[in-house]
């Protein structure tokens, strides 16, 4: 079985500053690990993925996340915010040796102050 | 090139209605998969094709749903009875062949009233 635990549903950031999205996962296979971005009336968009390559992954826009299989975690980070990054955010893991079936987290919602 | 798109883009139907979302993937695509939606939270998997064949149908909730792909490329979602709690945005997704991205369509926003 594999889930994924979003820890915040909301961050409020301000224009400028570090956002950090927290992740953690759970899987019986070693997994592949990615990050959605879901803007308002948008479909989702990938950012990043990990598919056991470098730990850190760099993404679009300016995102990256490490992968850390001791913490069983895998972090977003951008070093400053602009306001197009308000969105919801989502990590996932993929299922099965395939990577076929994804399994989301419950979100997180970003905004951004000006 | 064109994505993945999904009609109609919102549904309303009444409950014990019966109701189709259909689902066209990206050109070439042969994996084929659904999602839904509930407000708030994220996605679910719902089933995934493999060309033809449903591959893997276990995240389907119940008997009143199920999903074909008669010809590999377009799919539709047909929901019988429908119920209030089938209330959600449906997403469907392709992608180039089985563990590579999956590109996600709009989606369909679908109330039971």
């Known amino acids: 079985a594999q889930s994924v635990t979003q820890l915040d549903s909301h961050v409020s950031v301000s224009e400028g500053t570090p956002v950090l999205l927290r992740c953690n996962y759970s899987?019986?296979?070693?997994?592949?690990l990615f990050w959605y971005v879901q803007h308002p009336n948008k479909g989702l968009q990938l950012l990043l993925k990990?598919?056991?390559?470098?730990?850190l992954v760099k993404g679009i826009n300016g995102f990256e996340a490490e992968f850390k299989k001791s913490e069983t975690s895998f972090h977003l980070t951008k070093p400053s915010a602009h306001m197009s990054d308000a969105a919801e955010y989502f990590c996932?893991?993929?299922?099965?040796?395939?990577?076929?079936?994804?399994?989301f987290g419950g979100g997180t919602r970003v905004l951004v102050k000006p | 090139g064109a994505g993945v798109s999904q009609t109609p883009s919102n549904k309303v139907t009444e409950k014990g209605k019966y109701v189709e979302l259909r689902c066209d993937p990206i050109?070439?695509?042969?994996?084929l998969y659904w999602y839904r939606q509930s407000l708030g939270q994220g996605p679910e998997f719902l089933i995934y094709?493999?060309?033809?064949?449903?591959?893997?149908d276990s995240g389907l909730p119940n008997d009143r749903f199920f999903a074909v792909r008669p010809e590999g490329s377009v799919s539709t979602l047909k929901i019988q009875r429908t119920e209030r709690g089938d209330s959600a945005v449906y997403l469907c997704?392709?992608?180039?062949?089985?563990?590579?991205?999956?590109?996600f369509g709009p989606g369909t926003r679908l109330t039971v009233t």
């Open positions: 997704a392709s992608s180039s062949q089985t563990g590579t991205e999956q590109y």
């Open positions: 899987s019986s296979y070693s997994p592949s």
């Open positions: 990990y598919t056991s390559a470098a730990t």
């Open positions: 996932v893991v993929s299922v099965g040796a395939a990577g076929n079936k994804l399994t």
């Open positions: 050109s070439g695509h042969t994996a």
């Open positions: 094709f493999q060309g033809t064949g449903a591959a893997d």
